[in-house]
């Protein structure tokens, strides 16, 4: 997988699979995204974070925020790469993992696994300013929006593969008999 593409990456290692899936929540989605399956070997982690990673490099940036646990690999090796401090955040988004800090002036990219709303970057966004820290960017290994609104900041991503599940009434998969898969 020499030449591979980010999206060759995420389908070889399970990380997006297409088909017909109900959903926790009980809706219905035609692709299921697994990020954690492709960030789990170093190698591939290493490629798709360098599609981020490219697009900061001359930026000086200090400090890279894992915006989820899903997203810690991806960040550590972000940080790795642009030789930046990793922290984490709770589970909520509100406020760094215990023993975590942001500091007055520090640059700062938030990276997340899937990014489905920039509305879930929101908590991010406020911990950065109350540290009056700088948000320079956003980097998401997956970015899975149907609606994209501008954001004031760098928007990068590895690979762009919109994510609309959809109520299991309204599902066109199953209205054209397509069998349902549980999770």
């Known amino acids: 997988m020499a030449d591979a593409s980010p999206i060759d990456i995420l389908v070889a290692t399970g ?6 899936f109900l959903l926790p929540d009980g809706s219905h989605a035609e692709r299921l995204l697994r990020v954690g399956k492709a ?16 697009h900061f490099l001359e930026l000086d940036i200090h400090v890279i925020v894992a915006a989820s646990v899903g997203a810690i690999p991806a960040a550590v090796e972000v940080g790795r790469q642009l030789e930046a401090r990793t922290v984490f955040v709770d589970a909520d988004g509100a ?10 002036g520090e640059r700062v990219v938030v990276v997340v696994d899937i990014l489905l709303e920039d509305r879930g970057l929101d908590p ?5 300013r109350r540290a009056d820290a700088r948000l320079i960017g956003i980097g998401s290994i997956v970015d899975a929006r149907t609606a994209k609104t501008r954001m004031m900041v760098r928007d990068v991503c590895a690979a762009r593969l919109p994510y609309a ?6 599902c066109p998969l199953c209205a054209s008999g397509v069998p349902l898969s549980a999770l």
């Open 15 to 20: 990380a997006v699979t297409e088909g017909h």
């Open 39 to 54: 960030t789990q070997f170093a190698p591939y982690n290493r490629r798709l974070c360098y599609q981020i990673v490219r």
């Open 95 to 104: 406020a760094l993992h215990e023993g975590f800090e942001l500091h007055e």
């Open 124 to 128: 991010h966004a406020a911990l950065i």
């Open 165 to 170: 599940p959809v109520p299991a009434e309204r």
